[in-house]
């Protein structure tokens, strides 16, 4: 397996570079497979893990293709594609350079993506020109920016996040929403732990501790009429907030 011929940098070169993103790149094709932020020697920790694909740990996509590249033979190529920022510049950046590179082995999507993120221009105008809603029940707003494409809109809603069951069952209308629009209503009948039993063909494996899904329908045309269609307001929307789920009655 290659070693990388730098695995650290010297001691007054790591101070001046302040928060850096980087990328890292497959010699193979040129494809950059992951994006970061960090400091002093963050880019070099992926590239020096210490799991190997024999010792029958469960590695993440990006570990397994490093050592895909270092069994090959190559050097994973890593470079610092902007420096000396503070922490917060180095947030918008890394979340732009993640939706510039499709396919990257990233578990999460760029801070922010989900509201300020790639858009057409029509997208654009929609989503500004769009009357905001008034919220006129208690609603859950949950974000399905990803999940929505891979599925129809209520299984993309209804399962399976990291939320208060308690806390969920207060609300009395859930809105789907993508890239800040409203774009489904539903009302929840059940809250469920995500597990096989209570989702069947979409818990496969045990399902997901910890976490909840919905059993319900789609929302009365009463009630879609004062909200699909319609922008999440901007207080709804703090820039940066990562977190998918949203209560309109506890800002």
């Known amino acids: 397996m290659v070693e990388p011929k730098i695995k650290s940098f010297p001691a007054d070169v790591a101070s001046k570079l302040k ?4 990328r890292l790149i497959d010699p193979r094709n040129g494809e950059t497979f992951y994006v970061g932020k960090g400091k002093d020697n963050r880019i070099f920790s992926h590239i020096l893990a210490k799991k190997h694909l024999d010792e029958g740990d469960d590695l993440d996509n990006k570990i397994k293709r490093i050592h895909e590249i270092c069994l090959a033979g190559f ?5 610092i594609h902007r420096h000396g920022m503070d922490s917060e510049t180095a947030i918008e950046v890394e979340a732009a350079l993640i ?11 760029g801070t922010g993506s989900s509201d300020y993120g790639v858009m057409h ?17 208690k609603v859950l707003l949950i974000n399905v920016n ?3 494409t891979e599925r129809s809109l209520y299984d993309a809603t209804r399962y399976a996040w990291k939320i208060s069951r308690s806390k969920a069952k207060q609300a009395e209308v859930i809105l789907a929403t993508i890239k800040g629009m409203i774009v489904g209503s539903f009302i929840a009948e059940e809250w ?12 496969e494996g045990g399902g997901l501790p910890g976490r909840f899904g919905f059993v319900g329908e789609e929302a009365p045309d009463d009630i879609k009429s004062l ?4 922008r999440v307001p901007d207080e709804y929307r703090k820039k940066g907030a990562a977190n998918p789920i949203k209560y309109t009655w506890d800002k």
Request: net charge negative; aromatic share 12%; glycine share 8%.
């Open 19 to 22: 928060t850096y993103v980087y």
């Open 75 to 79: 050097e994973v190529a890593h470079v």
């Open 99 to 109: 939706d510039a590179y499709p396919g990257l082995t990233n578990i999460a999507g």
């Open 121 to 137: 221009a029509d997208e654009i105008i929609k989503r500004y020109a769009a009357e905001p809603a008034v919220f006129k029940h």
């Open 146 to 148: 990803r999940s929505a």
């Open 192 to 203: 469920l732990e995500a597990t096989e039993a209570n989702f069947p063909g979409r818990a």
């Open 227 to 230: 909200y699909v269609g319609k």
